[in-house]
């Protein structure tokens, strides 16, 4: 199989090569060969590029009769300018989110919302033609979605780092991130909720209660439909917070008579004394008043500890794999070889613990 991904990536560099000689033909030729040999998202893309293209005159047995009309040859002017081009080349060579919209890893919302607003209206569909427009718009609005969002972007900047050493390390390129990463709603939708409506159209898209709804409404419609929603809101709002103002007070109330925990997975002040379980050997930690103070039953207080160590190791090692997978992705896509060994040597401690824990019957 690596033989044939070797043998596939030869195939799409030829067709690379056509595209630019604007040979449709071969070009399409040796990206269905790389196809049948390793299916890859490069090649489907360059396959939908080559579609775009005009197709190459075919030659003609007696050319001296078409020379009549040589301008019904020619291909149709390009729909873009070069500033757009290079514009979308910008876009494409970027190596994060912040660089896609020129902001720092210090930017607030309203930075990166501004920012997006600039280039959104640059690079939508109905007013940009130029190929690849329609992917770099999406990657604005994947980083807009991603930067906007405080969990989400925590978990970005906590991931980019080593991404962006090993982008560094072999000037790898991409405005394509991990699916770790990605908008819940379309870019189409985002653009829409920032500008109210796309081009030509009255469909607008709300989030409600964390979901997207689309709306089909003229500019009338939509201001007595806002007004609605507010007056709406108020009430809404209120019966909403009752729960949240109930769950305080009776967690403030049962704060008053609920004790420490038994144990502790992590070493702190209050727990101090190193003891492991009897089943696993997991280790955990307890008070120095552990033996006299503790009425229940030790066995069963091990295996919910168990439990505990064994659920979070669960969730370290799935985003151990998911980190491994999205560099792998990348490097097969873009035929980084050395980002490839290194995706394949990275180390998931997590996942190893997991299973050594299970060859012992976990």
């Not at 490069?42 to 197709?55: G, N, S, W």
């Not at 405005?175 to 189409?188: C, I, L, M, P």
């Amino acid at each position: 199989m690596e033989v044939n991904k070797d043998e596939a990536e030869r195939c799409i560099e030829l067709a690379e090569q056509f595209i630019k000689e604007k040979n449709r033909e071969k070009a399409e030729k040796f990206l269905h060969k790389a196809e049948r040999l390793f299916p890859t998202q490069k090649a489907k893309d360059l396959l939908v590029q080559i579609q775009l293209m005009a197709p190459a005159p075919e030659q003609d047995p007696q050319p001296r009769k078409r020379k009549v009309t040589p301008k019904t040859e020619e291909p149709a002017a390009p729909q873009y300018t070069s500033d757009q081009l290079e514009a979308v080349k910008r876009i494409k060579n970027c190596k994060d989110y912040y660089e896609i919209l020129g902001v720092n890893k210090d930017a607030t919302d309203s930075d990166i919302k501004k920012a997006y607003k600039k280039l959104a209206l640059q690079f939508h569909p109905d007013k940009n033609k130029c190929p690849g427009a329609a992917e770099a718009f999406k990657a604005i609005g994947n980083a807009v979605a991603v930067l906007t969002d405080p969990e989400k972007r925590k978990q970005y900047d906590m991931f980019g780092s080593d991404e962006e050493r090993l982008a560094r390390s072999h000037q790898h390129r991409t405005y394509t991130y991990t699916r770790g990463f990605e908008s819940d709603a379309t870019a189409e939708e985002l653009f829409n909720m920032f500008f109210g409506g796309g081009f030509g159209n009255s469909n607008v898209f709300v989030r409600r209660n964390g979901r997207i709804y689309r709306q089909n409404m003229n500019a009338g419609e939509s201001h007595h439909n806002h007004q609605r929603e507010q007056q709406q809101s108020g009430f809404a709002a209120f019966f909403q917070l009752l729960p949240i103002l109930l769950a305080i007070l009776l967690s403030m109330a049962s704060s008053l008579f609920i004790s420490d925990p038994a144990y502790s997975l992590q070493e702190t002040n209050k727990y101090t004394v190193l003891r492991k379980t009897e089943n696993l050997r997991v280790p955990y930690y307890v008070k120095e008043n552990f033996h006299t103070e503790y009425q229940g039953s030790v066995r069963r207080l091990e295996v919910s500890i168990e439990e505990e160590y064994l659920s979070n190791l669960r969730h370290a090692c799935y985003r151990e794999r998911n980190y491994r997978e999205s560099m792998i992705w990348k490097a097969r896509n873009f035929g980084d070889h050395h980002m490839f060994q290194q995706a394949q040597n990275y180390k998931m401690p997590s996942c190893e613990k997991l299973q050594n824990l299970r060859s012992h019957g976990a």
